[in-house]
């Protein structure tokens, strides 16, 4: 997700109650509304709502929920956790609980089939749509038939076609799947290739990263909804319309990957993959109380993956993944890297699993550094409170924690922007031309006159690379520097920080994404672990609080402890650059430090 947008929560509230859409009822009367803005012609409303309607139809009947329980959906804070799991059958409660590992060690032994497996995803998948509306794309049908092929593979070779064997996956819509289409949020792309109606590539092309994991016996049901232009950090498109958080639905789900993000707070598949530039699968993690790894750039295939500014590459997009747990996020990183994706796509490193770089904390404690205010927004209740409980379980357990006081973050910001937007977001345009959609009002504020922003020449692009690499170096050496301040007499093995200032955001008011942005600018790798849920009898905010600046003031103002209450808080783990394999384990050691030692103050998603 790029960061471009500081919308004013003033500004946002008067467009969209001009528009009247529901982008601010309160969840006992809020229901899906497509976005309908003024002066557009019928044509792109109807193609959505064709594609809405064929959707819709692929759920078999008997997965259809009904009316009563749509609306008491709507009456609900929450239609995660128990609420969706009232609904289902046992097994089907039963297998869509459990983690990649278990899942896969029963598949690959045959104790389990793929069709069980398969059915019962798909179902979930169906009730997680009907209650928050984040497919695009579904392929319950073609799912269920690959299974059954894996099935009879199994039969006659007594063995499994991968370690992924039967596992039901989803994928953000920006990911070419064979017998899908792939919209990436635009009304255009429907029925086309990437906006051409006559390509012969239609739902019949799919990209490497789809390759690799159905090569490892992977099966996607579906595919889940974006924001238009993958340029915002809430969700919202012209063919679904705005996207609400399912464990609070009053809160974002985030954005660029916040279907996905929403996908696997409902259980809906067993692992989850989005893309990520700029916080695109960390902030939907955080929001929706689930699991993410943003890896560097090069260990993950996006050969053949469509993207908004599809030329830059100074600050790529990478692909990331999101799931229940550490232990789902790792067992599946492990087997992509296995079919060794470098030989395929030339923009993968020729890097395997590393097994040396886990780390053991038997024979070693680790060192943590910490930031939980960047000096210009701090973190919201929720989310400050979230921070310590991880402190206080690091140092509970031995680890070490000194304080983090590296290369501005708003300076990284600065960079991030500057190169992602050099060439003014021109394709954003192009692609809306092919339907006359108009833009979703979060991006308006940034084109003024509903038109491409300025453009860099060579020379303006060539600078602000010079001050990326310059970050770099510099963000590199502070971490390095860290060795003189720590017990263990080397550099820190990562960094806790928040992922952005608040527990999922009201929609129109997430001001600040300084603390995640550098994760992509210094292409390091970074987690997102749940951690707690806002509680609004605990997280009460300071009266006495003198903001720092206009951007802190703004945030301070808009936490309502009410209105987050039950929303997931959420911390960052960074880790250094390439070191995938590490940062997992850190990530289990983390996890484990909050399990063990049980300082958290409420329920654990």
Known sequence: MQ??????????????????????????????????????????????????????????????????????????????????????????????????????????????????????????????????????????????????????FWEVHRRPTGPLHGLPITMKDQFHVEGMGTTMGYVGWIGTFEGNKSSERKHRHESELVRKLRS????????????????????????????????????????????EGAMQALRGSALGFGSDIGGSVSMPAAFNGVFSIKPSAGRLPTLDMPNSSPGQINIPTVTGLL?????????????????????????VLPIPWRKSLEVDTSE?????????????VRPHPPIARALNMVKDALRATGHEVIPWDGPSHAQALAI?????????????????????????????PDFPGLKPGPVKNA????????????????????????????????????????????????????????????????DYTTLVIPVTRADQSIDIPDPNYVPVGEVDKKNWEAYDAGIYHGAPAAV??????????????????????????HISSGVRP
């Not at 070693?364 to 210009?376: H, Q």
Request: aromatic share 8%.
């Open 216 to 259: 490892l016996g992977a099966i996607v049901i579906a595919k889940t909804t974006l924001v238009q232009s993958l340029w915002f950090g809430e969700t919202n498109n012209n063919i679904l319309g705005y996207h609400w958080n399912p464990r609070n639905q009053q809160l974002s789900s985030g954005g660029s990957s916040g279907g």
């Open 3 to 152: 960061l471009l947008v500081h919308l004013s929560s003033i500004a946002s509230f008067l467009f969209l109650f001009c528009l009247g859409i529901s982008h601010f009822l309160p969840p006992v009367i809020k229901t899906w509304v497509p976005f309908v803005p003024l002066h557009a012609s019928a044509s792109w409303q109807a193609v959505a709502a064709e594609k809405r309607r064929r959707d819709m139809a692929k759920i078999p009947a008997e997965w259809r929920l009904p009316q009563k329980v749509i609306d008491e959906a709507g009456r609900r804070r929450s239609v995660a956790d128990e609420f969706i799991d009232s609904l289902l059958d046992p097994d089907s409660r039963f297998l869509t609980g459990l983690e990649v590992p278990a899942l896969m060690e029963m598949t690959t032994n045959g104790s389990l089939t793929a069709v069980r497996l398969t059915t019962a995803f798909c179902k979930r998948a169906a009730y997680a749509h009907q209650l928050n509306r984040n497919l695009l794309e579904i392929g319950f049908d073609n799912a269920i038939e690959q299974a059954k092929s894996l099935d009879i």
């Open 416 to 444: 991030h922007t500057a190169i992602t937007s050099a060439d003014g977001n021109y394709d954003v345009f192009e692609q809306l031309k092919l339907s006359g959609e108009p833009l979703i009002p979060q991006l308006i």
């Open 459 to 522: 020379i303006e692009v060539e600078e602000a690379v010079l001050q990326l690499k310059k970050y770099r170096v510099n963000y590199q050496n502070y971490w390095l520097s860290t060795a003189n301040c720590t017990m263990t007499g080397r550099p820190i093995d990562a960094v806790i920080l928040p992922v952005v200032p608040s527990a999922a955001v009201i929609p129109g008011k997430l001001y600040h994404y300084d603390y995640i942005a550098a994760a992509n600018v210094v």
């Open 323 to 347: 799931g229940p747990s550490i232990a789902s996020l790792r067992y599946a990183m492990e087997a992509l890297l296995s079919t060794e994706p470098w030989l395929t796509d030339p923009g």
């Open 572 to 597: 960052q783990v960074l880790g250094g650059r390439l070191e995938e394999e590490k940062l997992l384990a850190i990530g289990q050691v983390v996890t484990e430090a909050l399990n063990k030692h």
């Open 364 to 376: 070693k404690k680790l060192s943590f550094a910490f930031m939980d205010f960047d000096g210009v």
